[in-house]
């Protein structure tokens, strides 16, 4: 492995050579570090690369300037971290550091270190705390003082020191390990699970916008499946997104009902996998939340059933309230929160039963989110029944032709009633106002039930309707 990772950072030698040679003439150690060394010895090393050094923030941007193609500041100086480009590559330069923590919130004390060797240990986990020293003529060292590469091989995360003093010093590297769980496939070292599992409160100092990038990163990962079982069999979730783990309802054995928390993860499994590209966190956070709704409308009925009538409409206030609180962006938010009540809707359509009528509003009801809900629904399917599970996507099959067929008869992306708004005015001489937008609206429920209407029918139809109330 180590091989190939320099096979991977010898391609890098327009950029890693002369920026080495930069800081070895003015008499500074240049190192290759943290994530971008793992990702290298992976083979999925990216754009950004992260080096630390022991010159300080000044003396860094002083020899960028000139060589790199741009400089920035994202706040990050206050840390001891200089941003720069050069090429096709964003780099992130950082002094040593040596901090400490306060263990109240995760603020450290910054403190700039003077080793190498000090600044690796204070690092999250093993595999995060290798380096390659950059030298002036472009030759790289692997340096490994702590085990990194060993545990890479095994595929597990462990921390450089013991797992409690890690996580009360930063608390957030709890929610790091379930991401880095999903995303590179690990599993946690016994005694990295044992402590999240003790201190998994402690992840409520972390603010809700830090909780929510991870959760993202968690939830994009090659892994999403087990960062989410990793996050409810620690406690973690039941701190930060507990409507997951609520759904391990009980099963008796008087009233059977599929396993909400195992079917939803299949769900997001199958979601993933019809992904046409790069991860979709809309549909996968939809397939993982649509029926959170389910315990809170749970129901045992005479003669062994279950049902949880309306969890569709329940669990779309839920999503709400829970991506609110992770400080979602309010478009995302609702994207999401429509697919999960939306996501029953096709159930109604049995056979074919549905009128052009009630494809045309789930057309229009979906909007743009049509795509995610094709595949939403069919993921939905987790039957082991294969003959059902044939005609469940048989029946799908036959709504998106359905949809597809409409489609060329009628623009359904752009549904609109067949007279606007000043047309209206002038036919019912009325003035700009809320009457308006009711006979608007009247026009447009008119238009989703027959289709389109000539002109002389909309006016026709509208005339009525006044009558009607008048």
């Given amino acids: 492995m180590l091989a190939a990772a320099a096979v991977t950072l010898g391609g890098l030698s327009e950029v890693l050579t002369p920026l080495g040679a930069l800081f070895a003439a003015r008499g500074y150690e240049l190192y290759l570090v943290g994530g971008s060394v793992r990702d290298a ?16 923030p000044d003396a860094v941007q002083d020899m960028m300037r000139g060589w790199a193609d741009h400089i920035w500041d994202t706040g990050g100086l206050a840390f001891g971290t200089v941003s ?32 190498l060797a000090g ?40 921390t450089p020191a013991a797992p409690r003093d890690s996580f009360d010093d930063d608390p957030l590297r709890m929610l790091r390990a379930a991401r880095f769980v999903s995303q590179l496939g690990f599993d946690l070292a016994p005694r990295v699970r044992v402590a999240i599992a003790e201190m998994a409160e402690q992840i409520d100092r972390i603010t809700a916008e830090r909780v929510r990038v991870e959760l993202d990163k968690l939830i994009g990962g090659a ?11 620690t406690g973690l979730a039941q701190q930060v997104l507990p409507e997951v783990p609520a759904m391990k309802l ?35 956070w939809a397939a993982l939340l649509h029926d959170i709704g389910k315990p809170d409308t749970k129901r045992n009925e005479a003669g062994g059933g279950v049902s949880f009538h309306h969890h569709e409409v329940v ?38 039963q549905w009128t052009d009528s009630a494809v045309r509003r789930y057309v229009t009801d979906a909007d743009d989110l049509l795509p995610r809900l ?7 399917c987790t039957t082991r029944n294969k003959r059902r599970a044939a005609a469940l996507r048989a029946t799908y099959d036959e709504l998106e032709e359905r949809i597809e067929r409409l489609k060329e008869q009628e623009d359904l992306a752009k549904v609109r009633p067949d007279l606007d708004g000043n047309a209206i005015m002038e036919l019912l001489d009325l003035p700009p106002g809320p009457e308006v937008g009711k006979a608007w609206n009247h026009l447009k429920e008119l238009r989703l039930d027959r289709g389109p209407m000539s002109r002389e029918e909309a006016e026709a139809a509208l005339m009525d309707w006044w009558k009607s109330r008048t």
């Fill in 41 to 56: 010895v992976l083979g999925r090393l990216g754009t950004d690369l992260d080096f630390t050094t022991d010159a300080r």
């Fill in 84 to 115: 720069a480009s050069k090429s096709d590559q964003q780099l992130e330069i950082t002094t040593f550091r040596s901090d400490t923590y306060d263990r109240v919130s995760r603020n450290p004390e910054v403190t700039f270190g003077d080793t």
């Fill in 119 to 158: 600044d690796l240990v204070r690092r999250d986990f093993t595999v995060n705390a290798m380096a390659v020293r950059v030298g002036a003529d472009g030759a790289l060292e692997f340096i490994d003082p702590l085990g990194g590469m060993d545990a890479l091989l095994a595929g597990v995360l462990d």
């Fill in 223 to 233: 892994h999403p499946l087990d960062g989410i079982n990793v996050m409810c069999e």
């Fill in 250 to 284: 009980e099963i008796d054995e008087h009233h059977q009902h599929k396993d909400v928390y195992w079917h939803s993860l299949t769900v997001l499994r199958q979601a993933v996998e019809l992904e046409d590209g790069d991860p979709d966190l809309v549909l996968r």
């Fill in 315 to 352: 669990g779309a206030k839920m999503v709400r309230k829970r991506m609110r609180a992770l400080k979602y962006p309010k478009q995302f938010t609702e994207e999401v929160a429509r697919l999960v009540f939306l996501h029953l809707r096709f159930h109604g359509y049995g056979k074919g």
């Fill in 374 to 380: 094709h595949k939403l629904v069919r993921a939905d």
